[in-house]
């Protein structure tokens, strides 16, 4: 499936912007970004003006906007890399790719720029297998299948609802492991898409993502924030936490998360070191999250995106919110975040 | 097209990694030619081969390797009324090598299997690929995005819980294949031409609590950890079904990995897989397989094992009584092989007593 043949219509790029400047970003994007609308929302608390060239079909929202929509209070849900999840909301359309502004295309092993807009539609637009492992990786891709003794019944596949890519250069790596290694850079392209296991649970990360709005666009919350939560990945965690959500969400509504390709090129932004410096609060929050969500189980009954939403904020509360508040923080943003979806999603 | 490496001129690995401690088992009918080309990396291993079907057939074996060979008699001999759990006339009773070797590794691989190439044209040392991936952990825990998270210039990716870094032992390590793809017959009669050419520079473990079909033509295991789940199962002469002995002990091995918290690898390394088997040849065999594992696939997802189920043994036993009591409903063959199952393990057993401390 060639870039002519997915419906652009269909898609809005969304861009958070942390950084006032968005022409080198937007210049190196320009290829994969034409035909395409494009919605970029910048970080409320970055005071600059932001810099967008010309020649492309973009919608801007800054702080103001956001004000208007969601009101005051709660435009702080916005802020830093969650501004994005601004441009989640007020979408129109039925998928999503989101790209960090620090990221460019990248190269594949034959030296052609990848196109990661095409390849996350194409990922969104097949079907998903979590409910077996086809060891050959994307049983619906060219000059692949599914493999001897892969269930007939399974071979259909399930709606796709995430497709998460990755990252040459700069790894998606935390801060502790970056300052280790201040060296490393991902050289390895893995040419392959795979679903990611129903019940296996995963870090998701945002900096190059895509998503089904219309299957599950409630379930991508913008809730837990690390205290002193940064300008840079290395000092979030909201993105994780919002994968983990998404997984457990996927998996009980029966829909696939897919990773692998696409790459981007990812720059150097920040200093892992400097982040360390910081109590590092996202590990801990991290090692609580995990035996939670391994042992949830969502009530039958919950059908819908934002039913799930509710009943995981629900849980949310009444096992984690004692262990720190940063969980009943989280609980009542997905709540809030549910609120904000269906008056925004309703009115015309 | 893909074409198998070249591997002329390639010395012998002299830094063969676990040389004392692994097997590499080989079931053939034919002759072992296809090892020459396999020289430079399987030379210093031992090897034990599994004649199957006309034990007086004489199997060549080229010079220079290593070997212990087991006809039919031999395993008849061996192990007397026993050997009714071991297959004939299938590539299944392979899992006899398993059973009387003593090494701690096993590597196995089907004899019209040769050496790949990876993308930049250089062999590709399967063993020492297995070894690697046997050798250290697996994540099997929490999925990282970037895979082997102990890989050279790969590492756990953020949001992975630090807790569940160190990983557990590898019990298993699943490798692929270039060329002729592992195709199911009905597959194989709709794409005839279809070949694997991509290579997935990657290699990952299979989540917990995730099953998979796991192929016998390029297999390792740590015989010690997993070898008793091993079993090939009963296929090929007097049974109704085939081609589906290593997705059977792949279904069992990966449920007690996961009960005991060991882990399984699947992806690198490749080999190039030569001989496509007749798909009609190979319908037959799969025919009534393909209806079973509509069933089978839901009773392994849904397996239980006690928590007094600790050692690999024990875990099969329990999951040969549930074979029985749950799939012989499907066709009476279940409760053949829930038998099979049982003497397999006492085979097992007898043969490798526990040695005292």
New interface residues.
């Given amino acids: 499936m060639s870039s002519a043949e997915i419906n652009k219509n269909e898609v809005d790029i969304v861009i958070g912007a942390l950084n006032a400047d968005l022409t080198q970003f937007l210049t190196s994007w320009k290829s994969f970004f034409s035909g395409f609308h494009l919605i970029v929302v910048k970080d409320p608390e970055l005071k600059e003006e932001l810099n967008i060239p010309e020649g492309f079909d973009v919608d801007v929202y800054s702080k103001t906007d956001m004000e208007k929509v969601v009101g005051a209070s709660n435009a702080t849900m916005f802020s830093g890399y969650s501004c994005r999840y601004f441009g989640y909301l007020v979408s129109k359309k039925k998928y999503i790719v989101s790209i960090d502004d620090d990221c460019v295309p990248a190269k594949d092993p034959k030296g052609f720029l990848v196109d990661a807009v095409t390849q996350h539609v194409i990922n969104l637009e097949n079907p998903a297998t979590p409910l077996f492992f086809n060891t050959l990786y994307d049983p619906y891709c060219e000059g692949a299948d599914f493999v001897r003794g892969y269930p007939f019944s399974l071979r259909s596949g399930v709606p796709c609802a995430a497709s998460c890519g990755l990252w040459l250069n700069l790894a998606d790596l935390d801060a502790p492991t970056q300052a280790l290694k201040t060296e490393q850079r991902n050289t390895a392209y893995v040419d392959a898409v795979m679903t990611v296991p129903a019940k296996a649970m995963l870090p998701i990360s945002g900096i190059n993502i895509a998503f089904n709005r219309e299957l599950v666009g409630p379930a991508l919350v913008p809730a837990l924030r690390i205290a002193g939560e940064g300008k840079v990945r290395w000092e979030t965690l909201e993105d994780v936490w919002c994968g983990m959500c998404l997984k457990h969400i996927s998996d009980h509504l029966g829909y696939g998360v897919k990773t692998g390709l696409p790459y981007v090129w990812r720059n150097e932004r920040g200093d892992a070191v400097e982040s360390l410096r910081k109590k590092w609060e996202g590990m801990k929050l991290m090692e609580k999250s995990v035996p939670f969500f391994e042992s949830l189980k969502l009530p039958e009954t919950a059908l819908k995106v934002e039913d799930c939403v509710i009943e995981l904020a629900k849980a949310v509360r009444e096992q984690l919110g004692s262990d720190d508040p940063a969980f009943t923080q989280a609980a009542d943003a997905m709540v809030k975040w549910i609120q904000l979806w269906n008056s925004v999603n309703s009115s015309g | 097209m893909v074409e198998p490496a070249n591997t002329v001129g390639i010395p012998v690995n002299h830094m063969p990694q676990l040389k004392d401690e692994l097997d590499i088992v080989i079931p053939t009918i034919r002759n072992l030619d296809f090892l020459e080309m396999w020289r430079p990396f399987l030379q210093p291993y031992h090897l034990i081969i599994v004649q199957d079907g006309d034990p007086s057939k004489t199997i060549a074996v080229p010079e220079g390797f290593d070997y212990e060979l087991y006809n039919r008699n031999d395993i008849n001999r061996i192990l007397g009324p026993k050997a009714s759990c071991i297959s004939f006339k299938d590539s299944a009773c392979r899992c006899f090598g398993y059973m009387v070797s003593k090494k701690k590794y096993i590597f196995t691989i089907d004899d019209d299997c040769f050496v790949a190439k990876d ?1 930049s044209g250089k062999a590709v040392n399967a063993l020492e690929q297995h070894i690697k991936n046997l050798l250290c952990p697996s994540s099997p ?7 082997d998270p102990y ?1 050279e ?12 870094r160190e990983g557990v032992s590898t019990a298993v390590s ?1 490798g ?1 294949w270039l060329n002729i ?4 017959a009905p ?1 194989q009669l709709v ?1 005839p031409k ?9 290699v990952m473990t ?10 016998g033509m390029n297999l390792a295991f740590d015989r010690e950890l997993i070898g008793p789940a091993m079993y090939f199962g009963l296929m090929g002469d007097g049974q109704p079904i085939g ?2 002995d ?2 059977w002990a ?1 279904w069992c091995v990966k449920v007690i990995c996961d009960h005991l918290g060991l882990g399984v690898k ?1 992806g690198l390394p490749y080999i190039y897989h030569s001989k496509a088997s007749n798909p009609f040849v190979n319908l037959k065999k ?1 025919y009534k397989g ?1 209806f079973w ?2 069933d089978i ?1 839901p009773f392994f997802q849904s397996a239980k094992l006690s928590k007094e189920a600790v050692t690999v043994q024990q875990c099969y036993m329990e999951l040969s009584k549930m074979v029985k009591e749950k799939l012989s409903v499907i066709d009476p063959y279940f409760d053949k092989l829930a038998d099979a199952m049982v003497t397999w393990i006492e085979a097992w057993d007898e043969l490798n007593p526990p040695t005292k401390a």
């Fill in positions: 993308p825990f929490f999925f990282n995005t970037l895979y890989r210039g790969a590492d756990f990716v953020r949001g992975y819980p630090f807790s569940l699943h692929l793809p592992d195709y199911d597959t794409k279809e070949r694997n050419t991509r290579y997935v520079d990657a299979i989540p917990k609590g995730t099953l998979f079909p796991m192929c081609r589906y290593d997705m792949g699947t799969e393909i594992q509509e696939i």
